[in-house]
């Protein structure tokens, strides 16, 4: 530990990103001791020097930038950290790898899947490790979902159903562009709620149930003009408000997604169920450290949904943390996830989802967005 | 009460409707004294004499007939009530109306909307009471819900999404036809899970949030062949196991329904969640006492989904039951829809969903499954 | 069931418990058809003739009586219902007895031990028939849990804790005594929440655990002074409107019990939780069709409480009602301990919870009663 | 920021809540940028400087020590955190105290009231900075529930009861004493759950509802012997496995406590309610990011029980973490309380609560230890 070497990161972009994953480098090694390396906060870039500045003396980087290119010319920077808006994700990460960074990106990867294509080629021609911030993956509850499901647990999938519904957009008065709010205009963000809250759901679905084959989806838009904090003029809204689309596993399995930042009551509740042959599982991340599980095997009169409390120490990441019963939050999926990729740049193994591992949800986001425009049933790829 | 009018009830089909209705005509006047009929047991019909005669010395009945023209035809029967399977729904009931008695008629209405239109035009042109047992609709929170709706408490709608899901026939063993099996024969069912769960969904949805415009839908039939109680022989299974559709609302809002026989875990769990710009609602069949509720206008820092135990007098059929805390089931919204069809029939109004009201569905149904044949959207009627 | 043998019902008093106790024997054969026996509801019985045949033309009572003597005295009457306040329970079941008559008398049993040994030793002398309207036993997920203790599932018992909280006598508004509220007028209850509510959870208890030992207990009145009904004036309130209390049980469990009506936000919040060594049970009456269910030998990744939906024909009294998923409620409980009776009348064996099994209850309320005056932990019986 | 004012933190004792303090103090400036002081861990002590070097190096303290009076004669610390068995808190604190230093002392407080007293006297003499690691109070929803009783909302209050439930020690083979096990013998624990357990309960509990003024206990100890990991025999148990009592409050409300480690089924579920007049409350540490309110002045068709997902930035602590919907977890209350500490430290007040303020609770625990030993009602202090 005293010797563990040091992997000099720098980030780009410090909004809410920037924090969860700032959080994570500064508190792997607390938990993690035997991991081979510890990530040095060596610097952060912005384009306001100030703000830049407050939020390095925050975070405590050791120094800032204010150009991306000149961030990732340094040599004393060994992995970027992408968390600028989409509409540059993929001219940084190119650049990155040319340069033989690492990349650590966040999602979805790209504006589209043609997009994620050059960035798969550019990491893959330069052989650089890479990473793509589905965080969900590592809630020790979904990992313990992928757990089971692998075990064969559940049987042969019959249905898998995902929703991820927020209700922050519902105000008309709630401006569009600019700094936090980049997300409800296309031009930065590519797509609203299919690319921010659907690609969760995809990236977790494909992971656990396998490939997409074909989709019939539906967006809409409630609010048709918001005022652009960028022109201060009432413009169109680009974005999809809401998203909801019908489709096909390769397993034969049928699955249901939506989402939308029109449900109210809903804050950030991203659920799935999946039903196999033998047993169920589901998941609600307002609940995050529980995983509801029914096993058909068991006595008929005692059987039921259980629900299971994942902070024991057999359960995935849990022996890192504290107690049975004491449980942990969102911002450890972040932690999570720099071990695992801590422990593949020492291994040399892939950290999971690769930029070709994440272009499958890229490429699903597209046909959805495909089949809403044509009304039209949708091949995926 | 002593002077309350009888009304003669001749019901034809004894399987698991014939149960909870006959229940319902029982129960009726104990808890609802103010009611000017009180329906009489008069005959009921089925085609096996033995069989018939074992329920009718259950429930109570005072004869029976073997062949249900001979009992519509009886002049001491008043009003029919038809519990058979769906393919006869239209031919029995077109012949009660011509004998000019009242009807009350299972759901679905028929197999498909032509039949139902003939259905209308008969009860129509005979001037008969009618109506559909589209049960859910009297669950008391169910109610609730329409009322919250109705006093403009959600404002306007952005989300309806509902689903049905069942996991019995999961077993591949499981034959199909025949007595209670014939929900799996599409000749006597006319569909599979389309007809029988999901138009409950449909009706739910129709009567809370207005018409449905247009949908796309999906089925499947995960078991391809089953043994038929009739041939003994395996045959291929023509219903479908599951179905799920995106759908409009004639208000602007979108829906998502779903249902299935192959969801592990869930016997008959019957969900909706409705949600609005001010308030959103959900409920539970399998916990069917309570209604979500979500009031956006609460205090935010005491904000959030409240449950609402169903049981309280001044709450919608509650009055009429025990005291707040103590809940009733699910053979109660029959005994509801036996009094509001009483009351219709002393009032003259037409008691929801009559044959017209539950026509819509059928459509719904129809644009459905065929929106399913065809990978198209499909207009609704 | 043509010729079941008539049981002639004579009910005493008409209030909530006659509705409970009438709609029970009223349905009894339509859902139990292999008894013997069939309810006759002869005679009921209460102070002012003109309610009594207006309670007597709802339920179709075939007479009425105003002088409950002379109701005893009928030869036509074979069994007594006693839904009288407590204060006269003795009094009217001693009589029964002498008449031969069988007795079904409502919870709790009496007013104090002394007059549950004189109603024991009246019945037990005249050999009639007799039971206590302790509902809860014969909710279905009582009993099963009853059968998982029974089976040996929870290994040796630790810890039992029940509660029954209302709230409804908060409103310092609220008068005391008379017609409904004679619950708050010791002269006729006896006592508070102890024999009303803490009654049910001791009679559980008992049942589900075994003998009580010894009891600390304290009570508490809210409210010191309301309007009497009777008086017109304000008068000291001579009731306990909270008491808890801990003890121990033969088995060497500790037992916590609390009971108020002064519990905002609870309407009828009867809970209980049971920790055995291997497995542990709990119960909501707000959600009485659920049992929870928590079995240690699960594999350890996927251990949880279940929440066991007690609606499958596997389970206590579920056969005789509807499917797996479909509720019922609070008034079947009264059919049940009907069906138990009449079974146990055509069997000779006892109807649990006889008087003697009752008394036990009485013991407890009594030593628990007698702690809170004296502030000492009390022996029981 | 960058000119935060160092606070050299000496830590005494390494084990679970080394590792939650620790935590806090690195955790707590990149949350709390306002803060004037920024934590130091400057060094670490233990009684084996291997393992004390291991943790040193895991958290990156920056020296070790294994004379816990060498640590407090150091210049260069600042403040004493004691972390150590109960029975050395007394006089690790007195000297610290002697010595100047500020002191956060894990809780229990002392081993009685006498010790405690002591304490007291020593920072108060010494008038240095001081504070008990109550941790659950800065749990969001119980900072909170603190804030809605402050501001009146629940009214009178009639009834609080809490329980704290754990399952880890029912396997009678578990050893007793030494390292992780140093509760189980009460030599250095002190008691068993009452002071380990119940003390985090009737902390909360003054702290929301006031004084405890008398008590009835019982306490269990259900194994009897256990092998003693320090002599390697079996030794009798002499600490309660099981502790509940009734109390009254001050305020004329009624208390129930009780707390185990043989609840079948409960990892560390420590639970509260309050039921007031006009609202009640309740939480639950195995999700302890919801609070459930219950406001009586809701309309009545609509009122129930809400879930307030405590994860806005108008709610306690909750706009220093992420946005809506993302929970947090235990750990954040120690960062919390870390806090709030460097705060007191900056203003001079003092940070709840201090030993005076924990001293209630020891008197509370004596109180229910002896009258659980001599079966009496006792005053508390």
Same mark, same amino acid.
């Given at each position: 530990?005293?010797?563990?070497?040091?992997?000099?990161?720098?980030?780009?972009?410090?909004?809410?990103?920037?924090?969860?994953?700032?959080?994570?480098?500064?508190?792997?090694?607390?938990?993690?001791?035997?991991?081979?390396?510890? %990530?040095?906060?060596?610097?952060?870039?912005?384009?306001?020097?100030?703000?830049?500045?407050?939020?390095?003396?925050?975070?405590?980087?050791?120094?800032?930038?204010?150009?991306?290119?000149?961030?990732?010319?340094?040599?004393?920077?060994?992995?970027?950290?992408?968390?600028?808006?989409?509409?540059?994700?993929?001219?940084? /990460?190119?650049? /990155?790898?040319?340069?033989?960074?690492?990349?650590?990106?966040?999602? %979805?990867?790209?504006?589209? %899947?043609?997009?994620?294509?050059?960035?798969?080629?550019?990491?893959?021609?330069?052989?650089?490790?890479?990473?793509?911030?589905?965080?969900?993956?590592?809630?020790?509850?979904?990992?313990?979902?992928?757990?089971?499901?692998?075990?064969?647990?559940?049987?042969?999938?019959?249905?898998?159903? /995902?929703?991820?519904?927020?209700?922050?957009?519902?105000?008309?008065?709630?401006?569009?562009?600019?700094?936090?709010?980049?997300?409800?205009?296309?031009?930065?963000?590519?797509?609203?709620?299919?690319?921010?809250?659907?690609?969760?759901?995809?990236?977790?679905?494909?992971?656990?149930?396998?490939?997409?084959?074909?989709?019939?989806?539906?967006?809409?838009?409630?609010?048709?003009?918001?005022?652009?904090?960028?022109?201060?003029?009432?413009?169109?809204?680009?974005?999809?408000?809401?998203?909801?689309?019908?489709?096909?596993?390769?397993?034969?399995?049928?699955?249901?997604?939506?989402?939308?930042?029109?449900?109210?009551?809903?804050?950030?509740?991203?659920?799935?169920?999946?039903?196999?042959?033998? /047993?169920?599982?589901?998941?609600?991340?307002?609940?995050?450290?529980?995983?509801?599980?029914?096993?058909?095997?068991?006595?008929?009169?005692?059987?039921?949904?259980?629900?299971?409390?994942?902070?024991?120490?057999?359960? %995935?990441?849990?022996?890192?943390?504290?107690?049975?019963?004491?449980?942990?939050?969102?911002?450890?999926?972040?932690?999570?996830?720099?071990?695992?990729?801590?422990?593949?740049?020492?291994?040399?193994?892939?950290?999971?989802?690769?930029?070709?591992?994440?272009?499958?949800?890229?490429?699903?986001?597209?046909?959805?967005?495909?089949?809403?425009?044509?009304?039209?049933?949708?091949?995926?790829?």
């Amino acid at each position: 530990m005293p010797n563990q070497k040091p992997l000099n990161i720098g980030l780009i972009g410090y909004g809410f990103m920037g924090r969860t994953h700032s959080n994570g480098y500064k508190r792997v090694n607390d938990f993690f001791p035997e991991l081979a390396y510890r %990530p040095v906060l060596k610097a952060v870039c912005g384009r306001t020097a100030e703000k830049t500045q407050e939020f390095a003396d925050q975070w405590q980087y050791e120094s800032i930038e204010t150009d991306w290119r000149k961030l990732i010319a340094r040599d004393d920077i060994d992995a970027v950290d992408i968390c600028t808006p989409n509409n540059s994700h993929a001219e940084i /990460a190119i650049a /990155a790898a040319e340069a033989g960074k690492m990349i650590l990106c966040e999602k %979805p990867l790209a504006l589209n %899947p043609e997009e994620g294509e050059r960035m798969i080629a550019a990491v893959e021609k330069a052989g650089v490790a890479n990473t793509v911030w589905y965080n969900y993956r590592r809630v020790p509850a979904v990992s313990l979902a992928k757990q089971l499901i692998d075990e064969g647990r559940l049987g042969r999938i019959f249905h898998y159903r /995902a929703n991820f519904l927020q209700d922050w957009t519902i105000n008309e008065d709630l401006p569009q562009g600019g700094a936090a709010l980049w997300r409800l205009d296309a031009k930065a963000a590519g797509s609203g709620v299919t690319g921010d809250l659907l690609a969760h759901c995809i990236d977790t679905a494909v992971w656990l149930n396998g490939s997409i084959t074909d989709v019939s989806a539906m967006t809409e838009t409630f609010v048709k003009e918001r005022m652009h904090n960028e022109t201060g003029k009432m413009e169109p809204v680009t974005i999809d408000d809401a998203c909801a689309f019908l489709c096909h596993f390769g397993n034969g399995s049928l699955g249901l997604f939506e989402s939308t930042r029109y449900a109210r009551g809903h804050k950030a509740l991203y659920t799935f169920e999946i039903n196999g042959e033998h /047993a169920s599982i589901r998941w609600d991340l307002h609940d995050l450290h529980r995983l509801e599980y029914f096993d058909h095997a068991d006595d008929s009169i005692v059987r039921g949904w259980r629900s299971v409390h994942c902070t024991d120490g057999d359960m %995935p990441y849990m022996d890192k943390w504290w107690v049975p019963g004491l449980q942990i939050g969102y911002e450890h999926t972040f932690v999570h996830q720099v071990a695992d990729f801590l422990k593949s740049v020492e291994t040399g193994e892939p950290c999971n989802p690769t930029f070709r591992d994440a272009q499958e949800t890229q490429q699903v986001c597209d046909a959805v967005l495909e089949s809403a425009r044509t009304r039209q049933w949708k091949n995926v790829g």
